[in-house]
């Protein structure tokens, strides 16, 4: 038996309607339109992190080197246990809460931070390992399931046109459109958008990863040219392949010799309600979108790639990177077709031959990569026909739970609201026992962990 044999029979390609060339090809969409991360990350932590006889760039060197290596292991876990063609990596948002919140604001040192992850990725893979997140994925309501995927469909598409600088900051009223006709990087964007969403609406297979390398090679070509300035960080800043990280890697031990336990608990606990939810929703929301999911909209046996949200986690803290989690960039791998764990095979691998190509990976122009976040966020919409919008219940919770996400910046926060309110408007118009217990139980537990974070009432 061949390699392509052996592949096809070990991630059952064949019997999920999908070929090789169609798997490699969404490995490649996924990898490129989250590339980001590698050097996104570094530049985030590095802010936070300060190791003595280092200087800054090479603080973001170690990181970057430990970004890729957990984003590796984690999604190979995802590809060869789960078998699902998701890809992970330290999460947007959560590094920003590890880097200003708890050691900026908190004034909680990086090592402690790092502890805190570990030990969040400790208790994941416990609770993992005895069902317990996957029973309470599944106490979400229906229409909050089935919201969830235009939910990230409409962060994806706030996410992406903020970094095409379509829409821009605006004081009053906090967004507006931005001078696209007068910024090259914006025109590029769009361009390459409309030629992606073209290609697509004809059915041109690779349509995403075409309109992705099109745009980058218009932009590289004019920056050659002189006539355009593309604005990434040039390769002499880009992180060194080869680069000891020993003195990040194991700092968590550090982290937990010292701590204050009413303040670690407070952060463990942040670090777990976040990537909990963020992970939740952004399995069941590409699920849906790859027409993954069941009758009752839950994700068949989901505590598989929970556990690689879990592993890389802990990973990724015992190497010195925030929470790793699973990327909503997955759904454009799974819009090019990717059906299998071969899908995230192909990104694991990606990964780790980015640990010597890193200056070819980050040369692709944010205006480029971003086009795939933007066109999967428009076609992720599709799943509001799931949803019965004649059912008052149905219509508050699914209709929060997608405008909640991008308002927000939080699939966590689009989640709960969804969440909280279902049970609510049902108990309202007299059809209080179609909700379990455990749905009002969740409900009560998400208004107190946000009453308790924004410091209680006021009066």
Known sequence: MGLTDSLNAYFDVDEHDSDL?????AGFTTFLAMSYIIVVNPFILAEAIQIEGYEFIEVVQMIAIATIIASA???LVMAVYANRPFALA??????????VTVVGILGIPWQTALAAVFVEGVIFMVLTAVGARK?????FPEPVKYAVGAG????LLFIGLQEM??????????????PIASDPWSILGVVGVALTLLLWARGVRGSVILGVLATAVTGWALTLGGLFDRGTITPETLPAAQY???PLAGAFLEGLADIDPVTFTFVVFTFFFVDFFDTAGTLIGVGQFGDFLDEDGDLPEAEKPLMADAVGTTVGAMLGTSTVTTYIESSTGVEEGGRTGLTALVVAALFTVSLVAVPVVAAIPAYASYIAVVVVGVMMFQGVTDIDWSHPAWTVSGALTITIMPFAYSIADGLAAGIVAFPLVKAAIGEADDVRLGQWVLAVVLVSYYVLQTGGFVF
């Not at 029973?135 to 106490?139: A, G, K, P, R, T």
């Not at 605006?170 to 931005?178: F, H, I, K, R, S």
Request: hydrophobic letters at 50%.
């Open 21 to 25: 060339r169609t798997e490699v090809l």
């Open 73 to 75: 292991v984690a999604t």
């Open 90 to 99: 330290p999460g947007m948002g959560l590094n920003v809460f590890f880097a």
């Open 135 to 139: 029973y309470i994925i599944e106490l």
């Open 152 to 155: 990230i469909g409409g962060f």
């Open 165 to 178: 600088r379509v829409v821009v900051d605006e004081p009053a009223t906090l967004v507006q459109l931005g």
């Open 244 to 246: 000891d990280i020993t």
